[in-house]
């Protein structure tokens, strides 16, 4: 065994942390590791050293009598056989535990391969409005990959049942080695499941799943909207043998209305309105999901108002807040009028007159001349 110090060897004080030790170690045993450097005595002995200390220091226990006697605490052990520098471990192992988790796990461990879980599915289902504010259930038919029925999912013949495979003794793993190097990977035999079929099931050819058409019923709960998923469990795709299935996801859009248009758990409509009910005020009409209502506006309402008409909007599927519903009144311009009722509206506006006298009427068309008055003397001077 080395007399000279672990510490001095890898380059680290005492009170070093374990991935510190482990991260001098790589580094210096690639420099001195003699698959790099053939023929060189001197970096054989370096990395015999760094080796040594390595096994000291990476264990707990050793560090610890290390720490406290030195070198005399391992003189017994070393008898006829060189201690640790002659009979320990292998190389290949101790390499694999600072690479473990670059590799998949190293010391030689070796970890069963678990079977692969089935897909997850979408499903785009389209409602209407009313259906989803009100909810429904329907019927969906989802083509997919579903358990085989004859096997049982295990995709061996009945009355069978798969082997352990005789390659990675089934661990679903193979070690390849390349120099010092261990590297894990799935087993070429059984692919990583640990288990081959050799007498596969006739009707899903070995798989385990076989492809369907299923019909299934979804509920719908009120209140939902664009965007939003409900999640059937176990719906999705089957494992392949005998895995687990996945989940079917149907993800909801909802068409858009004729009426109304839906922010949240509010609803939004433009109701219009003649000029005459908008300047004396009265009663309008407006629709609702449950049926038209009556609206009461003011008089002098301009077009563009906002009326809020609360609990008519959409219950949320979330915290069961019902929204409401905001109407939008649009006064309308009449058209196609008559000679007659032309001659009316000349004669309502002689009434009204001009200028300051006019601005009753109309005050915002005289803020907006007014306005545009300033804009232009602003400009010229």
């Known amino acids: 065994m080395s007399k000279r110090d672990y510490y001095e060897i890898l380059g680290l004080s005492k009170d070093a942390s374990e991935r510190d030790i482990k991260k001098a170690y790589k580094r210096l045993a690639m420099k001195h590791h003699p698959d790099r450097n053939q023929g060189d005595t001197a970096s054989e002995e370096a990395f015999k050293e760094v080796k040594e200390a390595y096994?000291?220091?990476?264990?707990?226990?050793?560090?610890?009598?290390?720490?406290?006697?030195?070198?005399?605490?391992?003189?017994?052990?070393?008898?006829?056989?060189?201690?640790?520098?002659?009979?320990g471990a292998d190389f290949g192992d101790i390499f694999g535990d600072v690479f473990g988790d670059i590799f998949g796990g190293g010391g030689g461990g070796r970890r069963q391969s678990r079977a692969q879980r089935g897909s997850d599915l979408r499903y785009n289902m389209e409602l209407t409005l009313e259906e989803a504010v009100r909810g429904k259930s329907a019927e969906i038919k989802v083509p997919t990959w579903v358990a085989c029925e004859p096997c049982d999912g295990s995709g061996a013949k009945k009355g069978s049942k798969p082997s352990t495979c005789g390659t990675c003794h089934g661990q679903g793993q193979v070690q390849m080695r390349q120099g010092f190097f261990a590297v894990q990977q799935a087993c070429p035999t059984c692919h990583g499941r640990g288990s081959v079929i050799k007498d596969p099931c006739n009707k899903c050819h070995g798989q385990g799943r076989v492809e369907k058409t299923k019909t299934l019923s979804v509920k719908?709960?009120?209140?939902?909207?664009?965007?939003?998923?409900?999640?059937?469990?176990?719906?999705?795709?089957?494992?392949?043998?005998?895995?687990?299935?996945?989940?079917?996801?149907?993800?909801?859009?909802?068409?858009?209305h004729a009426i109304f248009e839906r922010d949240g758990n509010n609803l939004y409509c433009e109701v219009p309105t003649s000029f005459t009910q908008a300047a004396l005020g009265g009663e309008i009409e407006v629709p609702t999901l449950d049926g038209r209502a009556k609206l009461k506006i003011p008089s002098e309402t301009q077009t563009g108002k906002m009326f809020r008409m609360r609990g008519k909007g959409v219950k949320s599927v979330r915290s069961g807040v019902t929204g409401d519903l905001i109407c939008k009144v649009v006064v309308e311009t009449p058209v196609n009028l008559t000679e007659k009722?032309?001659?009316?509206?000349?004669?309502?506006?002689?009434t009204m007159g001009v200028g300051e006298e006019a601005a009753k009427y109309r005050p915002k068309e005289k803020g907006f001349f007014d306005g545009v008055k300033k804009f232009f003397d602003d400009l010229t001077g």
């Open 55 to 87: 096994e000291v220091l990476s264990d707990e226990q050793k560090r610890q009598a290390y720490d406290q006697y030195g070198h005399a605490a391992f003189d017994q052990a070393r008898g006829g056989a060189g201690g640790f520098g002659g009979g």
């Open 220 to 256: 719908i709960p009120a209140g939902v909207d664009t965007g939003d998923r409900i999640r059937l469990s176990g719906e999705g795709e089957a494992g392949q043998h005998g895995a687990p299935a996945g989940d079917l996801y149907v993800q909801v859009h909802v068409k858009d």
């Open 341 to 350: 009722q032309k001659d009316l509206l000349r004669q309502l506006d002689d």
